[in-house]
């Protein structure tokens, strides 16, 4: 299960990853923020055997170097777990390391492929996909929130007698059929 120590990371990690993400970028752009194969995948492979230990989800440190692991992974679920796991691959492309991993949980008994992304150099971050995609389209959901609370906060101003401003843009009318507008026979 992850601690509440995880929260404050992850909003941390929320902050910082996006930039990571990019498309296109140089080489002095989010690759240099991608960690090694070897590396990964020792991180990764570290990561689940301390879970099927029984231990704690992080930070751990890399046994190979001096290095933090931080864990992002939302899915564990309280007494579920991780019985055994295979390290399936690595998936080749842009962006983050990613590897497929079967995992094989018990209470309730299942058996999945899952995607884990790796990215950062210290610390180096092992994402659950779920938890790396929230991360990098945090950005959206912010963007959608401060609208939210502009026009929240219009409304609430005409509710108090001033005048009503609607930031969401101009309204268009529904054409009328009477007027020969689209429909209109």
Same mark, same amino acid.
């Given at each position: 299960?992850?601690?509440?120590?995880?929260?404050?990371?992850?909003?941390?990690?929320?902050?910082?990853?996006?930039?990571?993400?990019?498309?296109?970028?140089?080489?002095?752009?989010?690759?240099?923020?991608?960690?090694?194969?070897?590396?990964?995948?020792?991180?990764?492979?570290?990561?689940?055997?301390?879970?099927?230990?029984?231990?704690?989800?992080?930070?751990?440190?890399?046994?190979?170097?001096?290095?933090?692991?931080?864990? !992002?992974?939302?899915?564990? =679920?309280?007494?579920? /777990?991780?019985?055994?796991? $295979?390290?399936?691959?690595?998936? +080749? @492309?842009?962006?983050?390391?990613?590897?497929?991993?079967?995992?094989?949980?018990?209470?309730?008994?299942?058996?999945?492929?899952?995607?884990?992304?790796?990215?950062?150099?210290?610390?180096?971050?092992?994402?659950?996909?779920?938890?790396?995609?929230?991360?990098?389209?945090?950005?959206?959901?912010?963007?959608?929130?401060?609208?939210?609370?502009?026009?929240?906060?219009?409304?609430?101003?005409? !509710?108090?007698?001033?005048? =009503?401003?609607?930031? /969401?843009?101009?309204?268009? $009318?529904?054409?009328?059929?009477? +007027? @020969?507008?689209?429909?209109?026979?």
């Amino acid at each position: 299960m992850v601690g509440r120590g995880f929260a404050k990371e992850f909003v941390l990690a929320a902050f910082l990853l996006p930039g990571l993400a990019g498309c296109g970028a140089s080489s002095s752009g989010y690759e240099r923020y991608v960690p090694d194969s070897a590396r990964a995948q020792e991180a990764l492979d570290q990561t689940l055997a301390a879970w099927k230990n029984g231990e704690a989800t992080g930070p751990l440190k890399l046994k190979s170097a001096p290095i933090a692991i931080q864990v !992002a992974d939302s899915t564990r =679920r309280p007494g579920q /777990r991780l019985v055994g796991y $295979e390290l399936l691959g690595e998936i +080749s @492309g842009e962006g983050p390391r990613t590897f497929v991993v079967r995992l094989k949980l018990d209470n309730p008994v299942v058996e999945r492929e899952v995607h884990y992304y790796l990215v950062g150099i210290d610390p180096l971050w092992v994402f659950r996909q779920e938890d790396y995609d929230a991360v990098v389209h945090w950005d959206a959901c912010a963007a959608d929130e401060s609208e939210d609370a502009a026009y929240r906060h219009a409304l609430a101003g005409h !509710a108090a007698g001033g005048p =009503r401003r609607d930031v /969401r843009g101009p309204r268009r $009318e529904a054409p009328s059929l009477e +007027s @020969g507008g689209a429909g209109a026979p």
